[in-house]
């Protein structure tokens, strides 16, 4: 008889006693120590192999420090620091700004994603935002860390059944559990939110006047600080642009700054303003250079025969450029126009002439239209808190308002 039985369970055949009740045990097999130590080395270099492309950097730098240990001992790696710090302090010194791309900003966002996946599972799980299915218990996927000075952003992999509205209802608890000062949460994509976290408030100080680029990028020019403290660029080439906002919000400083980020673009004579000033409070301030790089209006006849002037010249290079191109390059032929209102309400709401009313509306209409020859900067107030979108209602009309606002 075969003294082993394959199956599930098997009866122990080598009995001598025949009125002995049989012992049912599963079959038991010796695996030879020489084929475990092939597994476990072949899933060791599956792991390295892993490791070495989900982290080349690193994996690259410890082979090079191991090299130079083996070569030079420890003078040689004393020397490669000191060679190291030496390049970086003059990266950072020559160009701070890629500098900051490729190594400061990847480096905070290592530490930092360090930091939220000690805490994660205690937070998420004090917080309530962790499930029990099943007897086991489903946290949030970490993902992602992109770190600034100022502020966090990570991807969170949400557990099934979870919704964004979940995490809304619990930043306040996300904000302290993580040491921030305050927490917003955003859908990224289907089954995954970003989580900002505010370590610092960017904007608690006076921001000084930026630097002034000698080529500035219409598409791009730079007004101040954001809330992560990232530059804030603004877009005027190729779009309109509204700025609201209740008195004393700083409209004015942001009108100034992209002004003065215009200037040397206004000098060459690639730029080309038209300032709108029914207040006479703002604009006139800057009235020489608008008088000598483009047109200064205050009354509300100048302000209507300026539109309409505008609007001609549109119309005439867009006669022009018809079958030619479709975008407009800033030239000294073809500058780019710049209409400049402050505020629109004084030509509509606040205008006591009709007609006026009536022409500037359509003027501005005209100007509006995304035609190659530029395109209006409004400012508008509005009595409330200060807002950011175009969709508020026209102010009620004031003719008795203060010119100052």
Request: glycine content about 8%; proline content about 7%.
């Given at each position: 008889?075969?003294?082993?039985?394959?199956?599930?369970?098997?009866?122990?055949?080598?009995?001598?006693?025949?009125f002995?009740?049989?012992?049912?045990?599963?079959?038991?097999?010796?695996?030879?120590?020489?084929?475990?130590?092939?597994?476990?080395?072949?899933r060791?270099?599956?792991?390295?192999?892993?490791?070495?492309?989900s982290?080349?950097?690193?994996?690259?730098?410890?082979?090079?420090?191991t090299?130079?240990?083996?070569?030079?001992?420890?003078?040689?790696l004393?020397?490669?620091?000191?060679?190291?710090?030496?390049?970086?302090?003059?990266?950072?010194?020559?160009?701070?700004?890629?500098?900051?791309?490729w190594v400061?900003?990847?480096?905070?966002?290592?530490?930092?994603?360090?930091?939220?996946?000690?805490?994660?599972?205690?937070?998420?799980?004090?917080?309530?935002?962790?499930?029990?299915?099943?007897?086991?218990l489903?946290?949030?996927?970490?993902?992602?860390?992109?770190?600034?000075?100022?502020?966090?952003?990570?991807?969170?992999?949400?557990?099934?059944?979870?919704s964004?509205a979940?995490?809304?209802?619990?930043?306040?608890?996300?904000?302290?559990?993580?040491?921030?000062?305050l927490?917003?949460?955003?859908?990224a994509?289907p089954?995954v939110?970003l989580?900002?976290?505010?370590r610092?408030?960017?904007?608690?100080?006076?921001?000084?006047?930026?630097?002034?680029h000698p080529?500035?990028?219409?598409?791009a020019?730079?007004?101040?600080k954001r809330?992560?403290?990232?530059?804030?660029?603004?877009?005027?080439h190729?779009t309109?642009?509204l700025?609201?906002?209740?008195?004393?919000?700083?409209?004015?400083?942001?009108?100034?700054s992209?002004?003065?980020a215009?200037?040397?673009?206004?000098?060459?004579?690639?730029v080309?303003?038209?300032?709108?000033?029914?207040?006479?409070?703002?604009l006139?301030?800057?009235?020489v250079?608008?008088?000598?790089?483009?047109a200064?209006?205050?009354?509300?006849?100048?302000?209507?025969?300026?539109?309409?002037?505008?609007?001609a010249?549109?119309?005439?290079?867009?006669?022009?450029?018809?079958?030619?191109?479709r975008d407009?390059v800033?030239a000294?032929?073809?500058?780019?126009?710049?209409v400049?209102?402050?505020?629109?309400?004084?030509?509509?709401?606040?205008?006591?002439?009709?007609?006026?009313?009536?022409?500037?509306h359509g003027?501005?209409g005209?100007?509006?239209?995304?035609?190659?020859c530029?395109?209006?900067?409004?400012?508008?107030r509005?009595a409330?808190?200060?807002?950011?979108?175009?969709?508020?209602?026209?102010p009620v009309?004031?003719?008795?308002?203060?010119?100052?606002?």
């Amino acid at each position: 008889m075969r003294k082993v039985v394959t199956g599930e369970q098997q009866a122990q055949l080598a009995n001598r006693d025949p009125f002995a009740m049989p012992v049912m045990r599963a079959p038991v097999y010796r695996t030879p120590g020489w084929i475990i130590a092939v597994a476990q080395f072949c899933r060791f270099l599956v792991w390295l192999a892993r490791l070495i492309i989900s982290h080349p950097l690193a994996a690259s730098l410890l082979t090079l420090l191991t090299l130079i240990w083996l070569n030079a001992g420890w003078p040689g790696l004393l020397v490669l620091v000191v060679v190291v710090t030496v390049i970086l302090a003059a990266w950072r010194s020559a160009r701070p700004v890629s500098f900051t791309r490729w190594v400061a900003t990847p480096a905070r966002g290592k530490r930092r994603s360090w930091f939220y996946r000690r805490r994660w599972g205690a937070v998420m799980t004090v917080g309530g935002l962790s499930s029990f299915y099943q007897g086991r218990l489903l946290v949030p996927v970490l993902g992602k860390v992109a770190s600034t000075r100022y502020m966090d952003r990570v991807q969170v992999r949400l557990v099934s059944g979870q919704s964004p509205a979940d995490f809304a209802d619990h930043a306040d608890n996300l904000a302290h559990g993580f040491g921030a000062l305050l927490c917003r949460v955003r859908t990224a994509r289907p089954g995954v939110v970003l989580l900002e976290f505010v370590r610092r408030d960017a904007l608690a100080q006076v921001i000084p006047a930026l630097p002034v680029h000698p080529r500035p990028d219409l598409r791009a020019l730079p007004v101040g600080k954001r809330e992560d403290g990232l530059p804030w660029l603004v877009r005027l080439h190729g779009t309109h642009l509204l700025i609201a906002g209740a008195t004393g919000a700083g409209k004015a400083s942001l009108l100034w700054s992209l002004v003065r980020a215009m200037l040397p673009a206004i000098r060459a004579g690639i730029v080309r303003v038209l300032a709108a000033d029914p207040k006479l409070m703002e604009l006139a301030f800057g009235r020489v250079i608008f008088d000598r790089y483009g047109a200064y209006a205050a009354d509300p006849e100048s302000i209507a025969l300026m539109l309409e002037q505008a609007v001609a010249d549109m119309q005439e290079r867009a006669a022009r450029f018809a079958g030619r191109r479709r975008d407009h390059v800033p030239a000294t032929e073809d500058p780019f126009v710049v209409v400049l209102v402050d505020e629109v309400a004084f030509l509509t709401a606040y205008q006591r002439d009709r007609k006026l009313t009536r022409a500037d509306h359509g003027r501005a209409g005209h100007v509006d239209h995304p035609r190659p020859c530029g395109r209006v900067l409004r400012r508008r107030r509005f009595a409330g808190p200060a807002q950011g979108r175009a969709e508020h209602p026209e102010p009620v009309p004031r003719p008795d308002r203060d010119a100052a606002g």
